[in-house]
């Protein structure tokens, strides 16, 4: 028996995107981290630090915690090293260029490099949401589409998902090198108003901004919200297919899940993602989130199939 044949292009992201290595690694995805500084010692997200690792420490830890964007160099090592692989085609994505600037590092970094076509994409999200798009691409390169129609898909995707959001009590917007307006938290300045116990559930929309849409001290109140919300774009598009997100404290995720038992819109879920270090850190322990998209853009079979071990 002969070799597998190569895929049609090789598929590139950044650690915001909340997979585990070994779940990109089974994907065929490259990886280029973002960096996770503690004090005066530097990790690289997912390899060096996982985020089961960093549940642990994040407590004692966060005060000394700043994250970082991957430098140009760290992009063109990578892209190099497919085109060493034998690739002419590079699909390279990235977290939303409203929250971090790597989305214009590598774009910078893609010019540098020759034998491939490098291209950029900006997946107006972070977290489950670039999981979602990634999950697009990397469905429709093993389907063997042309890389044009693939990266069109997957716009689509990006274009068209929503995620919702609700931080720690102890979030703010995380210091560092790449953080474009804030980073994440950067419109949402009421969650200054975390001394007295309030929590926000920001929306992550098609413009890759994060905003708030509510408030409230009650978790399930927000969760409601959130099914809400949910139902009101399911009425638009369909059933919907959905990933969650949780930074260490599953029963948080358990209240956000329990609205979601609803007849008003059909949704499946096709995995659960524990944020990685760099999202922890701007998130806080024990934020949760959902993002989601019709199902006819993503099935729920298509997403599982590369988002859950």
Same mark, same amino acid.
């Given at each position: 028996?002969? &070799?597998?044949?190569?895929? /049609? ?73 497919? @085109? ?10 990235? @977290? %939303? ?27 107006? +999200? #972070? ?19 042309? *890389?044009?129609?693939? @990266? ?8 068209? =998902?929503?995620?919702?959001?609700? &931080? ?14 804030? +980073? ?11 001394? $007295?116990?309030?929590?926000? @559930?920001?929306? *992550? ?14 978790? %399930?109140? $927000? ?13 638009? !598009? ?9 930074? +260490? ?25 524990? #944020?990685?270090?760099?999202?922890? /850190? ?8 959902? =993002?989601? !998209? ?12 590369? $988002?859950?071990?």
């Amino acid at each position: 028996m002969g &070799p597998e044949p190569r895929p /049609n292009f090789a598929i590139v992201c950044d650690s915001a995107c909340d997979l585990s290595l070994s779940l990109l690694e089974r994907a065929g995805v490259a990886l280029v981290p973002l960096v996770v500084r503690i004090g005066d010692r530097a990790y690289r997200d997912c390899i060096d630090l996982n985020a089961a690792d960093y549940f642990v420490s994040y407590s004692t830890a966060k005060g000394q915690i700043n994250t970082f964007s991957p430098t140009e160099q760290d992009f063109v090592n990578v892209y190099e090293a497919l @085109v060493m692989q034998g690739y002419t085609e590079i699909v390279s994505v990235h @977290v %939303s260029s409203q929250m971090r600037d790597a989305y214009q590092i590598a774009v910078s970094a893609a010019r540098k490099v020759g034998g491939a076509r490098i291209q950029v994409m900006d997946t107006k +999200g #972070t977290s489950a949401k670039c999981a979602l798009v990634l999950a697009r691409l990397v469905c429709d390169r093993d389907f063997g589409r042309d *890389v044009d129609e693939a @990266v069109a898909r997957a716009v689509k995707v990006a274009e068209s =998902a929503r995620m919702l959001l609700v &931080p720690a009590h102890d979030a703010k917007p995380a210091r560092g090198v790449g953080h474009n307006r804030g +980073g994440i938290l950067g419109y949402a300045g009421q969650l200054q108003r975390r001394a $007295l116990g309030v929590r926000s @559930v920001l929306e *992550v929309g098609a413009d890759g901004r994060a905003i708030e849409l509510f408030r409230s001290p009650d978790l %399930s109140r $927000l969760a409601g919200g959130m099914a809400r919300k949910m139902s009101a774009y399911a009425h638009e !598009v369909g059933p919907l297919t959905y990933v969650e997100i949780n930074a +260490g404290v599953p029963r948080s995720l358990a209240i956000v899940e329990k609205p979601l038992v609803t007849n008003e819109f059909e949704s499946t879920r096709a995995a659960i993602l524990d #944020t990685n270090p760099s999202t922890t /850190n701007q998130l806080g322990l024990g934020a949760v989130g959902i =993002a989601f !998209v019709a199902s006819s853009l993503l099935s729920p079979g298509e997403a599982a199939a590369h $988002l859950k071990l």
